[in-house]
């Protein structure tokens, strides 16, 4: 079974301008997190999508948002990119069952450089 | 005051020893309980996940959590360089909600 997967792997971007991260969950997952690992500030929350709906978002500026297509896999879009937005943007997915959420596996990560 | 707090290290050990790897909360609505080993430039793999307080075992590694001291452990014992990663706690709630510690940077000499 195939795991959670990202592109590109990497991505070099100027200041201003936007980046397009995409993320397909595990198969038969309908729940997709996206996070930022900075390095030396861990991984930081940033969105949270469940059947195509925006379920909860982190502490970070509008110009971070996403969204979930029909066959749940995602995009995280990064508008007027500014220097710290370089980082490692990892999507996990999980299968929620119930109230109760299971474990989140993670993809290798998009690791965007912003110049 | 973060809602976990982790120490980064960086951790550095001979092979075989045993290490120990903590993390302490502040929410209470933190029900489960995992830690993830993260190698060099990839995504976090889950290691161990727990629900309720107590030990949990699993080869060499051993995840131990104490809610009433909101503070959770991860043992390593006979540690191989193999063992070198960041490793994560994490911890959520019922309504899906995870946090993350920092990590911390083990590296096993041999």
């Known amino acids: 079974e195939a795991g959670v997967t990202q592109s590109p792997t990497h991505l070099i971007k100027t200041r201003g301008q936007q980046a397009t991260l995409r993320c397909s969950p595990i198969?038969?997952?309908?729940?997709v997190y996206w996070y930022q690992q900075a390095l030396g500030l861990g991984l930081q929350f940033l969105l949270w999508?469940?059947?195509?709906?925006?379920?909860n978002r982190g502490n970070f500026p509008p110009r971070f948002s996403g969204r979930q297509f029909p066959n749940y896999s995602s995009e995280l879009n990064v508008n007027a990119l500014e220097l710290e937005d370089s980082a490692l943007y990892l999507c996990?997915?999980?299968?929620?069952?119930?109230?109760?959420?299971?474990?989140?596996?993670f993809g290798p990560g998009t690791r965007l450089t912003v110049l | 005051q973060k809602e976990v707090e982790q120490d980064p290290g960086p951790l550095s050990v001979p092979e075989g020893a045993i290490v120990s790897l903590n993390c302490t909360y502040s929410?209470?609505?933190?029900?489960?309980f995992m830690w993830y080993r993260q190698y060099s430039r990839k995504g976090p793999e889950l290691l161990m996940y727990?629900?309720?307080?107590g030990n949990k075992e699993d080869g060499r590694f051993t995840a131990q959590v104490d809610k009433s001291s909101k503070y959770i452990s991860l043992f390593i014992r006979d540690s191989q360089p193999s063992d070198s990663a960041t490793y994560l706690c994490?911890?959520?709630?019922?309504?899906?909600?995870?946090?993350f510690g920092a990590g911390t940077r083990l590296t096993v000499k041999p």
């Open positions: 996990a997915s999980s299968l929620v069952s119930g109230s109760r959420a299971d474990t989140q596996y």
């Open positions: 198969s038969g997952h309908t729940s």
């Open positions: 999508y469940d059947e195509g709906e925006e379920r």
């Open positions: 929410n209470s609505a933190f029900q489960y």
């Open positions: 727990t629900y309720s307080s």
């Open positions: 994490a911890m959520g709630s019922n309504n899906n909600d995870m946090r």
